[in-house]
T-cell receptor
């Protein structure tokens, strides 16, 4: 499978715990995006990487959120001290340098904070 | 500020009918408009996309119509099938000239195709 993969697919955690999600983009894609989708809404941009550099963070990304892409390949998104409002689907997408708007999404990680 | 407005919120169509979903955008700098299809519990899947230098693009049963002056674009699904039942999202972004190329999505349209 050469598509975008995400792990885990589902995560249930208690409020206050830390969680980490992983995204593996399509191998030749240099751009990687994180989005968050709540029920009944379209995905909302969180942050993006060009290679290993994190070039923009949305104001939705509070200081409890951190993302990395250490070698320009896979990326991790960590949420510290989770809150119930963090419950959502976290989506990763990747795109090729020649067509950055053409983004391919992974299956997402569904987070439920109890 | 909602930069991409999508309608209708939900749509019911009979098998074989035409499904039409409309979107309007505000940022005239947008130059790339993709449509995504999402099934429950899955990530959005890219369906078809258009640039503003063309007024229409067709791929199989899916057609995008684009009206640059009105800042509107729409998705037409011909010969709709029950398997097309999903949520459809329009989106917009900058695809050239530098920027982060983040997608701005509409709120989605839940399409139900009855057999």
């Amino acid at each position: 499978d050469t598509g975008v993969s995400q792990d885990p697919r589902h995560k249930i955690t208690k409020r206050g715990q830390n969680v980490t999600f992983r995204c593996d983009p399509i191998s030749e894609h240099n751009r990687l995006y994180w989005y968050r989708q709540t029920l009944g809404q379209g995905p909302e941009f969180l942050t993006y990487f060009q290679n290993e550099a994190q070039l923009e963070k949305s104001r939705l990304l509070s200081d409890r959120f951190s993302a990395e892409r250490p070698k320009g390949s896979f990326s991790t998104l960590e949420i510290q001290r989770t809150e119930q409002g963090d419950s959502a689907m976290y989506l990763c997408a990747s795109s090729w340098w020649a067509s950055p708007g053409t983004q391919y999404f992974g299956p997402g990680t569904r987070l439920l904070v109890l | 500020q909602q930069q991409v407005k999508q309608s209708p919120q939900s749509l019911i169509v009979q098998k074989g009918g035409i499904s039409i979903i409309n979107c309007a955008y505000e940022n005239t700098a947008f130059d790339y408009f993709p449509w995504y299809q999402q099934f429950p519990g899955k990530g959005p899947a890219l369906l078809i996309a258009i640039r503003p230098d063309v007024s229409e693009k067709k791929e199989g049963r899916f057609t995008i119509s684009f009206n640059k002056s009105a800042k509107q674009f729409s998705l037409h699904i011909m010969d709709s099938q029950p398997g097309d039942s999903a949520t459809y999202f329009c989106a917009a972004t900058l695809n050239s000239g530098g920027s982060n190329y983040k997608l701005t999505f509409g709120k989605g349209t839940l399409l139900t195709v009855n057999p």
